[in-house]
């Protein structure tokens, strides 16, 4: 059996009026939101397929269907914990994680810290096993028109 695996994710989700922008599991205070089946956490999405996917387990719309009633308006923290589960009956934990979130707005800076920490809790990690960054798109296509914000992660999962 193999002792790392690594995995892959990505998403982007429309930005709306009416909804709560939720990224890594915080509300970000702003005018619009993430139109979702769930509520629509791109980050965390991203980072259940990076640890589905390491696994080779599939990805989130097999495990959390957008077609299932169970998980409308869902707490991505709620998803994520039952990914986390699911990956954990392989004998694998999270060795780290890099993530980027794509947007014009809103800053991600000032909630860094705080999508850290929340997103180090719900994984059962330290802090400094989670990497942060954001980014703009510099005006171009539908992140850069303000109109989606996409993120990406990588993770490194280690068999315990």
Known sequence: M????IGMGHDIHALVDG???WLGGVKIP??????GHS???????AIMDAMLGALALGDIG????DTDPAYKDISSLKLLAKAAEIVAKTGYKVG???CMIHCEAPKIAPHRAAIIETLAKALNVE???I????GTNEGFDAIGKRQAIACQAIVLMVLE
Request: proline fraction near 3%; glycine fraction near 2%.
């Open 2 to 5: 193999q002792m790392f695996r």
């Open 19 to 21: 909804r709560e922008l």
């Open 30 to 35: 702003f005018a619009l939101g993430l139109k």
């Open 39 to 45: 509520d629509a956490d791109a980050l965390i999405h």
């Open 62 to 65: 097999q495990h959390f269907p």
């Open 96 to 98: 780290n994680i890099d």
């Open 127 to 129: 802090q400094n096993q």
């Open 131 to 134: 990497s942060l960054k954001a």
